[in-house]
């Protein structure tokens, strides 16, 4: 069965340092990939997510990813980070040939501290 | 433009007791997810709604928990005789359609059973 493995279950920087979650899925076909935001006491929000394309996707908030098929990898960046970037993060991926909302499978989520 | 709405945000059942929870979803979609989230154990898919039907039951225990989405009205998941085991944040999602990937999440509903 295809799986998303968020490497760091906590990862800790420091204001304005270089944010790297790193995120792996088991899959011989590439699927869909997606980072979400869970900011305290909210719902997730979609911060950016791959199809197909170019491999480096921007999303909000300054986050980018970036696609490596032979690495099967989907790592979270963003070049400076702020205090209020502290929240869980979460990748999810669909599988390539069943392109539907219900098959989305789930990282165990890595919580990012922005410490000041 | 409302986003996905939840309610209530806490819920305080003792065992036993039946837990309603609410979900509207953002205009203009008609599919809705529930997910059940745990520490430790992220995200797990519950049940995939449309207008009037089930279409994907497969993450929901057989028994004591039940989920709608009628005609008119929020989207609700039921869970009758609550257990110290279904405390958990429930979240609500809804997307305008089935396959893209992107959805869209409410504040969730926090059970706390006693």
């Known amino acids: 069965a295809q799986s998303v493995t968020q490497l760091g279950s906590h990862v800790s920087v420091s204001e304005g340092a270089l944010v790297l979650l790193r995120c792996n899925y088991s899959s011989s076909v590439p699927p869909y990939l997606f980072w979400y935001v869970q900011y305290p006491n909210q719902g997730l929000q979609l911060l950016l997510k791959?199809?197909?394309?170019a491999t480096l996707v921007k999303g909000i908030n300054g986050f980018e990813a970036e696609f490596k098929k032979s690495e099967t990898s989907f790592h979270l960046t963003k070049p400076s980070a702020h205090m209020s970037d502290a929240a869980e993060y979460f990748c999810?991926?669909?599988?390539?040939?069943?392109?539907?909302?219900?098959?989305?499978?789930w990282g165990l989520g890595t919580s990012l501290a922005v410490n000041p | 433009n409302a986003g996905v709405m939840q309610n209530p945000r806490h819920l305080v059942r003792r065992r036993g007791q039946e837990a309603r929870l609410r979900c509207s979803p953002m205009k203009g979609h008609s599919h809705v997810y529930w997910y059940r989230q745990l520490p430790e154990e992220g995200l797990k898919f519950m049940v995939y709604?449309?207008?009037?039907?089930?279409?994907?039951e497969s993450g929901m225990p057989k028994e004591r928990f039940s989920a709608e989405f009628p005609k008119e009205g929020p989207s609700i998941l039921r869970i009758q005789q609550v257990v110290r085991g279904d405390s958990a944040a429930y979240f609500c999602?809804?997307?305008?359609?089935?396959?893209?990937?992107?959805?869209?999440f409410g504040e969730g509903s926090r059970l706390t059973v006693l």
């Open positions: 709604l449309q207008k009037e039907n089930i279409i994907d």
């Open positions: 999810a991926v669909i599988p390539p040939r069943d392109g539907n909302n219900r098959k989305l499978i």
């Open positions: 791959y199809t197909t394309g």
């Open positions: 999602a809804s997307s305008p359609t089935g396959a893209t990937g992107e959805l869209f």
